[in-house]
């Protein structure tokens, strides 16, 4: 790579920028929200910021980074540790397969792409959680926060789209 | 520097990059698995490694989560505005009604305090408390734990009480140096010895992540209404005797559930109760707190200011104090 010192520091950091925003969707979604209901449904922010960075720059979030923001969040939400991590990896890998599909396509159809792959993170999420705590939890809590998570998608897009302008260009 | 023209290192190692990209997930995929089951096997590292993670991040969210309180604040402030008036006049009914409790509450208090001298009887709730703030939420369908802002150097333990100035929010299930999660009473992991304060029945109260805790191994022949009290027992030497818990709200089908007094959407500042366990007293307690002491312990900076109580929570309930003493795990029938 050519260029500065500080050059090389701009282009790395802003490398860092889709693992540091899924860092801060992280946060965001354990922030104690005073709305009554929310913390049963609070929506898969982490797997929608996870999702557009695999459909729009996969090379800057390595698997490595998924799996780590995967565990962070098992970390601070309290849920069964690697359980989280799975699903990112999940959505992460199957959005990058199905990269092709979403090439140049308009945003509802990208929605409605992330609509299937989120309702495969709910199940898959809900499944591994029974699986893990040995209980039958209620699925319609689990869709709820499915129902959320499609809807603050756009508005998950629209924030991260503003960031793109910083991220370097695909190699 | 143009990142847009890859040069010819890129061009040859592109396929060789999505294929590692590709071994990569699924290798992680499985390493992510394997965390399960080793999480599921050795929860001491898991409870270090979460430790570490939520003591990094405790200050992080800290300074996230005031923003959302100012607005929340702010908010509720502009409602009580549009309310004030109505507020105004019932609580000038509330005040009138509670000064004839409040002369019932001194005389008891002097009774019960003459009667205590007599009895030379020395209750068993001598506790300090720490407040804390709540700075993230154990957020999903799944879980329902917070995380606060105290930690071992505070003093705080695992297995101690989190109440408000309502009630019994949880217990302490994870400490780190300057973060703990409590498990809430709501959670599916939570049991908690209490019992009915009208019949002094003594059951479990067990979450399954509803808002509603349903009531286990009561004696058999209990008669349960809605609109019971339900405090914590004691039992077991954990919890402080007498913290409020919730009411009966419904007993359907012999299920019995209770509706918390704890206001779980505003769940901003909990105290933590050192709880010193009676002599042969299971756990809980921090056996540096002194004996005598009921004050408040100095707080931490933005921490809340205290409920006015000293002692095992803000409302400890009177009755059935020499049963306290018992250190053995409630022996109920199903």
Known sequence: ?171 | MDFRRPSLIARVAAPFRGAAQRFALGFLMIVAFATMFLGKADTHFVERFRTGVTDVAAPILEAMAEPVAAANRVLAHLGELAALREENQRLREEVSRLRGWHAAALRLEAENKSLRDLLQYRGPDRNTFVSARVVADGHGPFVKSVLVNIGTRDGIEKGQAAVTQLGLVGRVTEVGDRSARILLITDLNSRIPVLVEETRARAILAGDNSERPQLVFLPQGTRLSPGQRIVTSGHGGALPHGIPVGVVASVEDGVARVRPFVDWERLEYIQIIDFEVAAGGASGGNSSASGDAVAPRPRLPGAAPAAPSTGAAPAVTSGGAGSDTGASAPRVQP
Not at chain 1, 14 to 29: D, M, T, Y
Not at chain 1, 38 to 47: I, K, N
Not at chain 1, 78 to 101: E, H, K, M
Request: proline share 8%; net charge positive; glycine share 8%.
């Open chain 1, 1 to 171: 790579m050519k260029g500065g010192f500080w050059q090389q520091l701009d282009h790395w950091a802003r490398r860092l920028v889709p693992f540091g925003l899924c860092l801060v969707f992280v946060l965001l979604s354990v922030l104690p929200i005073p709305v009554p209901g929310y913390s049963s449904v609070v929506p898969m922010l982490t797997a929608a910021a996870v999702f557009f960075w695999a459909v729009h720059h996969p090379r800057l979030l390595p698997p490595s980074i998924v799996f780590a923001i995967g565990l962070a969040q098992d970390t601070l939400s309290g849920a069964p540790i690697g359980s989280g991590a799975v699903v990112l990896l999940a959505v992460f890998g199957v959005t990058v397969s199905q990269r092709r599909f979403f090439h140049n396509r308009s945003f509802i159809q990208v929605w409605v792409g992330f609509m299937v792959v989120a309702l495969a993170a709910a199940v898959l999420s809900w499944l591994l959680t029974v699986l893990h705590v040995g209980f039958f939890y209620p699925p319609p809590a689990a869709f709820f926060q499915y129902v959320l998570t499609v809807a603050v998608y756009p508005l998950v897009t629209w924030m991260l789209h503003g960031a793109q302008q910083l991220v370097p260009a695909e190699t």
